[in-house]
C-alpha cells in the first residue's frame, strides 16, 4: 500500500513552480461540488486565509475542504475568477483553523478513524519555488482528486515570495522553514497514520532534506521511524549538499525515489544563476549518487516542451502510466517486476537503482 501510494502521488507536484490564481470560497447560496479535505500548515505570516510571503516563527494548522466542479479535466486546475461558481471553479467550500498542532492531529485522526486501516497513510506535500499558498493547495486536492489517491493530503505551505523574481528570498525562506515542517511532521507522527509519506518539489526538496538532517541530529528517531518514504520531483538542491545531508540522515527511508529529466530548463537556468551546474534534479549519470540506497527515475523521454520542471504534469501518457501501476515496490524492485509496468532501461550501481522511462511506442 505504501508504494501505491507513492507512485499515486508523484503526479501532484504538476507545474509547481508557477503561479495560477488565488483563492475563493463557494458563494452563499451555491452548493459545493465534490469535496476534497485537505489539511495544512503554514509558516507564512497572517492568521487567515489568503496567507502571504511574510515569514512567521510559528506555524498555523487548518483544515480545508475544495470543491471540485463536475467539468473539471484531468491534469488541470479550473482557477476562480471574478464570479466564483462551483460548477467551473475550484472553490473553499469551508476552513477551520485549530489553536495548535496537538488540535489538528485531533482533526487529522477523525478523518483517519472514517478510512479503511489500509488507508490510513498520510501524505506531506512540500511546495516548491514561486508558490502562493493557492497552488500549493489547489494543486494537492487537484491530483488526489484526479488519481482518486487514497490516505489523506496535507500541505505545508512556507513562505515563498510567489514571484519568479524572488528565487534568493525563496531560498532562505527554504532554510527558515525547516523548523515548521519538522514540527509538522511531529504532530503528524504521532496521529493514528498507519505511516507518513513526505513527497517534496523543487525547493521543498531542500526544506525537506534539511528538516529530515534536523530529525536525525536531533536523535529524534521515533519520528525518523515512522516515515514510510519519500519523493523528491525535480529537486533543487546542489548535489554536494544533498550528500553531505543524507550522511547525516544516514539509513534514508525506504523507499526514497527522485524524479528527474535532462530537459528540466528551470533547474538549468538556476544553474546558470548559482554557477552550480549540477542540481541533484538533473544529474547525467546515477554513480554520482551510487553510494546511496536511492532509485533515481530519469523522465526525459516526456519532456514536450516549455519549462519541463514537472514533465509528469504535461505528459498524459506519463500520468495515464502512473496512475495505473498497482504496486511501487514491484515496479522499481531488482526481480523484473518493473515489465509490463513502467516501460524503460534499470540500470543498479551500487546501492542506486536508475529507471530510464520510455514511451511505449518508442520502444
Known sequence: MKAKVLLLIVAMLLTACSYRGGLARVPAG?????????FFATTRQTDRLPFGALRSRSSIYGLVDVSIPPIHK?????WPNAKPNPQKHFLLASTETYQDGAGMRTGLNKVLAKKDPKDRAVIIFVH??????????????????????????VTY???SAGNPLNYAYDRDSALFARDGLRRLINEVTKSNAREVILVAHSLGSMVTMETLRELRVSGNTRALNRIGGVVLMSPDIDLDVFKSQADAIGKLPD????FSSKKDRALRLIEQLTGQKNRLGRLEDVKEIA???????DVTAY??????????????ALLKLLGRVPDLEQAL?????????????VLTVQNATALILSPVASR
Open 303 to 316: 519532456s514536450e516542451g516549455g519549462i519541463n520542471h514537472f514533465p509528469t504534469a504535461k505528459s498524459p
Open 74 to 78: 484531468a491534469g488541470q486546475i479550473e
Open 291 to 297: 553510494e546511496y540506497n536511492i532509485t533515481y527515475v
Open 128 to 153: 516548491g519555488f514561486n508558490n502562493r499558498f493557492s497552488d500549493g493547495l489547489y494543486r494537492i486536492a487537484q491530483m488526489s482528486h484526479d488519481l482518486g489517491l487514497p490516505g489523506v493530503a
Open 30 to 38: 451555491l452548493e459545493a461540488a465534490t469535496i476534497r479535505p485537505i
Open 157 to 159: 505551505s512556507w513562505p
Open 255 to 258: 523507499p526514497f525515489i527522485i
Open 333 to 345: 524492485s531488482g526481480d523484473g517486476g518493473r515489465t509490463g509496468l513502467l516501460p524503460g532501461t
